[in-house]
Every structure is written in structure tokens, then in C-alpha cells.
């Protein structure tokens, strides 16, 4: 970082260190090394006077710089990891870890970023298995209603959650599916990397609209199967968010063409 020598003294120095550490934190990163030279007696104040001290273990990149200095940003996730099931990853924008095996609670206290994967569940009739959370499931914030989904948990993959989603609300059933696009989505709750799977398969319950629930499911408030048309009247009255109804012309704009190549697309 280097300010010209006629802005010096205004505290934007300090400004820009403060938001830096501040994209540090939403990345998942529990500290900053920064690379200075002695020379530089004023930057190397202002480091130490925003929490910076001397490390001396690491490798200095920069030939012009002989100090390297560290901050811890208080991120300490000891007692976060989860060792039982389940747990997550904290991602990046890109998609790639950045803390691994944490807990829930602790990306959506962060605003960190973490995976899901959404199917849009189709029969041999052409209908779509529709469903609605109860209000208490407040991660979801009630955005992610229509689609089966959930979190991807450490070690698997989107295909693997979205299998065991669909079993855990239909029953042990075969599908095939099929990646449609991925799409980054972030409400008051949460920040996610969502993949949209459309799944396809023959159910024998899928007979009439309404699918009985069982009455230990805690978190389902209704489920059906509906036609396109159906489905046009159903999310009218409900409480459908923003970013299903995205996510749903996404999915016609996929069916109704050819070839569609996946985006990555942000969706407020």
C-alpha cells in the first residue's frame, strides 16, 4: 500500500488497512501478513499501531521489503469445527474453500459463503415437486422454497446433497440428473454458491397434488406435484422469495432451449 506523500496525514491509510482486513474477514481468512520495508518508518508505524507486530517466520516475496509483519483478525474457529455431523465449508466467490468443516452458524455469523444444491424434481408426467419450509427455518430465509435443496456438507458433492436431499423428501428413489447452472444468491440471512440440478425419475406417489408429509418432519410444511400451470397459480399465493422465482425462470430458460450454458449470476 503507498499513499502519495500529499495525502498523508488524513487517516486514509488506516481507512483502506480497516477495509482490507474487512474483505479479509468475509473471505474466511483469520489474518493478514503484510510485506514492508524499514525504510518506510511511517507505514511501519501505522501497521503497528493498527495491531500489526513482527513475524519472523515467513519468506519475504518482495525484494524491495524486509519486514513482515501479521495481525490476528480475532477469527478463531477453535470450538467452531464441527466434529460430528453436520458441517460445511466456507467458500470465496469462485467457489473455493476457504475454511473447511465449520459450522453453520458460523458462515451466516461471518456472512461468509457456503455451497448448496437445489433440483428441480421432475416425474415421468412432466410435473415439478414443489415444496414449502416452515417459517422457523430461519437460514433459509425463505428464499430457497420450491426446490428440494440443502447444505452441501463437508466432503461431498453438490450431486451427492442433492441425491440425498431428494431421498430424504421422496423416499430411496433412482434419478438422473443433470447440472443446469450454478448462480450466487445472497439474502438478509446468508451468502450462497447455488447449484441447480434438474432431477428426473418415476415416483408412484406422484398421483393428485398434495404429498402426505410425515408427522416427524419438522421442517416441510407442505409438499405437492404440479403442472407448469399448476405451478403458475400455486407460487402466486404463497410465500415463495425472490430468488426461487429467479431461480425457476432460470430453469425454464435451461428446458426451453437447446444447449445452455451454465452462469454464474447474481441474484438479490
Given at each position: 500500500?503507498?499513499?502519495?506523500?500529499?495525502?498523508?496525514?488524513?487517516?486514509?491509510?488506516?481507512?483502506?488497512?480497516?477495509?482490507?482486513?474487512?474483505?479479509?474477514?468475509?473471505?474466511?481468512?483469520?489474518?493478514?501478513?503484510?510485506?514492508?520495508?524499514?525504510?518506510?518508518?511511517?507505514?511501519?508505524?501505522?501497521?503497528?499501531?493498527?495491531?500489526?507486530?513482527?513475524?519472523?517466520?515467513?519468506?519475504?516475496?518482495?525484494?524491495?521489503?524486509d519486514i513482515i509483519l501479521k495481525k490476528n483478525l480475532g477469527m478463531d474457529i477453535r470450538g467452531e469445527i464441527a466434529c460430528s455431523f453436520p458441517c460445511m465449508d466456507a467458500l470465496d466467490h469462485q467457489g473455493f474453500?476457504?475454511?473447511?468443516?465449520?459450522?453453520?452458524?458460523y458462515i451466516a455469523r461471518h456472512n461468509l459463503i457456503h455451497r448448496r444444491a437445489v433440483s428441480l424434481v421432475v416425474n415421468h408426467d412432466g410435473k415439478v415437486f414443489v415444496q414449502a419450509l416452515k417459517p422457523q427455518?430461519?437460514?433459509?430465509?425463505?428464499?430457497?422454497?420450491?426446490?428440494?435443496?440443502?447444505?452441501?456438507?463437508?466432503?461431498?458433492?453438490?450431486?451427492?446433497?442433492?441425491?440425498?436431499?431428494?431421498?430424504?423428501?421422496?423416499?430411496?428413489?433412482?434419478?438422473?440428473?443433470?447440472?443446469?447452472?450454478?448462480?450466487?444468491?445472497?439474502?438478509?440471512?446468508?451468502?450462497?454458491?447455488?447449484?441447480?440440478?434438474?432431477?428426473?425419475?418415476?415416483?408412484?406417489?406422484?398421483?393428485?397434488?398434495?404429498?402426505?408429509?410425515?408427522?416427524?418432519?419438522?421442517?416441510?410444511?407442505?409438499?405437492?406435484?404440479?403442472?407448469?400451470?399448476?405451478?403458475?397459480?400455486?407460487?402466486?399465493?404463497?410465500?415463495?422469495?425472490?430468488?426461487?422465482?429467479?431461480?425457476?425462470?432460470?430453469?425454464?430458460?435451461?428446458?426451453?432451449?437447446?444447449?445452455?450454458?451454465?452462469?454464474?449470476?447474481?441474484?438479490?
Open positions: 500500500m503507498y499513499l502519495n506523500k500529499d495525502l498523508r496525514g488524513l487517516g486514509l491509510g488506516r481507512f483502506l488497512l480497516t477495509a482490507l482486513e474487512e474483505r479479509v474477514r468475509q473471505l474466511g481468512y483469520p489474518e493478514v501478513v503484510l510485506e514492508t520495508s524499514s525504510s518506510r518508518k511511517e507505514a511501519v508505524e501505522l501497521y503497528q499501531r493498527c495491531g500489526y507486530i513482527p513475524f519472523d517466520d515467513g519468506f519475504i516475496e518482495t525484494e524491495r521489503c474453500i476457504v475454511l473447511p468443516r465449520v459450522q453453520r452458524s427455518d430461519f437460514f433459509s430465509d425463505w428464499s430457497y422454497n420450491m426446490f428440494v435443496g440443502g447444505d452441501v456438507y463437508s466432503g461431498e458433492s453438490p450431486v451427492e446433497t442433492a441425491t440425498r436431499e431428494v431421498a430424504n423428501a421422496l423416499g430411496p428413489v433412482e434419478l438422473r440428473f443433470e447440472l443446469m447452472f450454478d448462480c450466487f444468491c445472497e439474502t438478509s440471512e446468508n451468502r450462497s454458491l447455488i447449484s441447480v440440478f434438474r432431477g428426473e425419475g418415476n415416483f408412484f406417489d406422484a398421483v393428485g397434488s398434495l404429498v402426505t408429509l410425515s408427522e416427524s418432519d419438522d421442517e416441510m410444511e407442505s409438499n405437492y406435484w404440479l403442472s407448469r400451470s399448476e405451478l403458475s397459480d400455486h407460487m402466486v399465493g404463497n410465500r415463495y422469495g425472490a430468488i426461487a422465482l429467479q431461480i425457476w425462470k432460470c430453469c425454464l430458460g435451461f428446458l426451453q432451449k437447446d444447449s445452455f450454458s451454465p452462469v454464474i449470476s447474481s441474484i438479490a
